[in-house]
């Protein structure tokens, strides 16, 4: 207990404690909603790969992208894209710029997805666009 007590009497001699403990919870609430809101799914993207993807976050206009992008590959056909996003935000918040989260995985469904030509063909196409390797993108046929 004499520690704790100790600990509490330095705590008080610390001038203007009120300001560090507010810096700190401040710190605390923007680094959470940061980690959530670099790409929220809150409003959700329009289905269509004809959508205005300047208008949408960074995620989902480089998700409808992909989509249409790779929509127009030889053999695919209609295709769905889910792309996985690191959320951490300690470089935006640190730099004080915003930078586009880093694509940590992604699932390709198209109707080519049984030949294994359009899956290769797809999955060197998203890993050239979302700077991801070949082990991490999964393409699948579409039923």
């Given amino acids: 207990m004499g520690k704790a007590s100790d ?4 705590l008080k001699s610390v001038k203007h404690i009120h300001l560090i403990a507010g810096a700190a919870v401040i710190v605390i609430v923007l ?5 959530f809101a670099s790409c929220s799914s809150g409003g959700k993207a329009s289905d269509s790969a004809d959508a ?4 949408l976050d960074y995620c989902s206009a480089m998700r409808v992208r992909l989509e249409k992008i790779v929509s127009q590959i030889d053999g695919v056909g209609d295709a769905s894209v889910i792309i996985n996003w690191d959320r951490s935000v300690s470089s935006s918040l640190v730099g004080g710029g915003t930078e ?3 694509a940590t995985g992604a699932v390709v469904v198209c109707k080519g997805g049984n030949s294994t030509k359009v899956k290769l063909d797809v999955m060197y196409a998203v890993s050239t666009l979302l700077n991801l390797s070949i082990e991490k993108i999964m393409v699948y046929p579409k039923s």
């Fill in 52 to 55: 205005n993807a300047d208008n």
């Fill in 31 to 35: 680094v959470v909603y940061f980690s």
């Fill in 7 to 10: 600990l509490l009497a330095k």
């Fill in 100 to 102: 586009n989260p880093q």
